[in-house]
């Protein structure tokens, strides 16, 4: 009997490396793609029988109806009476239509509750032409099998997908602890689906549906989980989705350009330009006798002796780091392009419609020529990302608290490191956020990181005799909400709940041993650290 089990074992093996392996598709430009978990496998036109469940993504059917019709529904308040619950809030607690979504709060969306009727839903999709699945409302379920190009389709027709896309940015931002958005920037809008596998529905399948961030549509299915999906195929779908393009926020920035070099005149083939829309090649002569030649495609525009530049928001990003920087290396380029747009919205004014903001060294320098097509595509592949948590500036070669040096940036970059891992260094309490939803994951506890550093000095003689002890040279100190006080080594973040107790400054000295011994095996020994940590504090 243990031969024979044996043998089972070994015929068994082959079959579960194969599932194992199996690769993730990928639906996109009417093409089918097989990836594995680096790379591309094989490309096929996209088959009309190539079918998948709904899972969650009716949700985004019945969100984009009530961003369309303009509804106002409530919002859902969770009581605790659902196990389902779980994908939206704590009991006492609510959730509001984007959030809803981000999260695949099914309870939110439940026609039911919302008030829609069959008649209503069938009418309204009747007219845009939607497939028969999408018409009839007792068939937005997650296991309604539709086919994929079908899907495809209706998603490119989808009213309010603009602002569906800026909200499901958060979808990848809060995927695998933020290393998704690392691989991917803002390039993908997807909302996930996770359903029973088709053979064995003990396991599951999932993937994601919706848009990249030029509105192409695109689906994914595989082995696993949606979260699975995400966290170990995202190096294949760097490798496949398409180049970013230079799509528009909609955001409107308007900039006083040389806003402390006063104008003499503006000159047009020689002659004095007249006042209003500039468009071709000028040459600016300024009070102090420099000259500057310049080129406008109609965004510039010469008002009472002032020059003045109206740009969409990623053209602006680009033409700053066209102008404080350059497009190489390419992550420490992104981690710049974050940085530049965290600047505009962090010191920007409203003016009308737009953004108001002066070129200067004071503010932030802008290319008074249309960007490159290299800082572009910078800008487009960090869209809508920003840092929430902190205050942002950057130098060219001098770092600070909250400063990102671009040579410290640039070294970094070719050292290999990705451009959200420069940005932790840089910016140590921020997370990567989305432009009209910023927020931090880390809550900063500037006292307990004050406590901290102050004692670290004190303790340092004695530190540097322990073996493997490691000073950390940049780390945050953060709110914790609830459960027991944890540290976060990726992020070099430590979450405590104060400093105010003897028991909150023992919780910081000893997750703060932690992070200074964590590359050594003292640092996973919880005997060793809570005696250090008591020693220091307390003898």
């Known amino acids: 009997m243990p031969r024979l089990l044996v043998c089972w074992l070994l015929c068994l093996l082959p079959a579960l490396a194969t599932a194992q392996d199996e690769p993730l598709h990928l639906a996109l430009k009417g093409d089918l793609l097989s990836l594995s978990r680096t790379r591309l496998l094989s490309r096929e036109p996209l088959p009309d029988t190539l079918q998948t469940p709904l899972g969650s993504v009716w949700k985004l059917f019945v969100y984009a109806w009530l961003v369309d019709t303009g509804a106002r529904e409530p919002a859902y308040e969770c009581r605790g009476q659902s196990k389902e619950e779980v994908y939206c809030c704590t009991a006492g607690g609510k959730i509001e239509r984007d959030q809803a979504l981000v999260k695949s709060c099914g309870l939110y969306f439940e026609p039911a509750r919302l008030g829609i009727s069959s008649a209503d839903w069938r009418a309204y999709w009747q007219t845009r032409q939607a497939p028969e699945w999408l018409r009839s409302l007792p068939s937005l379920q997650p296991a309604t099998r539709v086919p994929v190009a079908e899907l495809l389709r209706s998603l490119a027709l989808l009213p309010a997908q603009d602002q569906a896309r800026r909200v499901l940015l958060d979808v990848v931002l809060n995927a695998a602890d933020g290393n998704v958005v690392g691989e991917l920037g803002g390039r993908l809008r997807v909302k996930t689906w996770s359903w029973l596998g088709d053979r064995d529905p003990a396991s599951r399948q999932g993937g994601f549906a919706g848009w990249t961030v030029d509105g192409t549509p695109i689906w994914a299915g595989g082995r696993g989980t949606s979260q699975r999906v995400l ?186 490191q990705r451009y959200d891992a420069i940005l932790l260094h840089a910016y140590p309490r921020a997370s990567l956020s989305r432009w009209d939803n910023p927020v931090a994951s880390c809550e900063a506890l500037p006292a307990a990181q004050d406590w901290l550093q102050k004692q670290r000095r004190g303790w340092r003689p004695q530190l540097e005799s322990e073996t493997g002890y490691n000073e950390v040279s940049t780390f945050a100190v953060c709110r914790l909400t609830f459960g027991r006080p944890y540290v976060d080594r990726e992020r070099q973040r430590i979450y405590v709940r104060g400093v105010l107790s003897l028991q909150d400054r023992l919780d910081l000295t000893h997750e703060y041993l932690h992070l200074a011994f964590e590359a050594h095996p003292n640092g996973q020994d919880e005997t060793y650290i809570e005696g250090l940590a008591r020693h220091l504090l307390l003898e």
């Open 231 to 416: 966290r170990e195929y995202g190096p294949a779908l760097a490798t496949v989705l398409p180049p970013s393009g230079a799509a528009e926020s909609g955001t409107c920035v308007e900039v006083s350009l040389f806003s402390r070099y006063p104008l003499k005149r503006l000159l047009s083939g020689g002659r004095v330009a007249a006042s209003g829309p500039l468009q071709g090649d000028y040459r600016v002569e300024f009070a102090s006798g420099n000259q500057l030649d310049i080129h406008s495609d109609g965004e510039l525009f010469l008002l009472n002796d002032t020059l003045v530049a109206r740009l969409d928001r990623e053209e602006y990003v680009a033409r700053v780091l066209q102008r404080e920087a350059t497009a190489e290396p390419a992550e420490a380029a992104k981690a710049l392009a974050v940085a530049i747009r965290t600047y505009l919205l962090q010191n920007a004014t409203r003016h009308g419609e737009c953004l108001s903001i002066d070129d200067s060294s004071q503010r932030q320098r802008v290319a008074p020529r249309p960007a490159s097509a290299e800082a572009r595509d910078i800008a487009a592949w960090t869209r809508d990302l920003v840092l929430a948590g902190s205050t942002v500036t950057y130098h060219s070669d001098q770092p600070g608290p909250d400063k990102l040096s671009w040579q410290h940036a640039v070294e970094q970059a070719n050292a290999g």
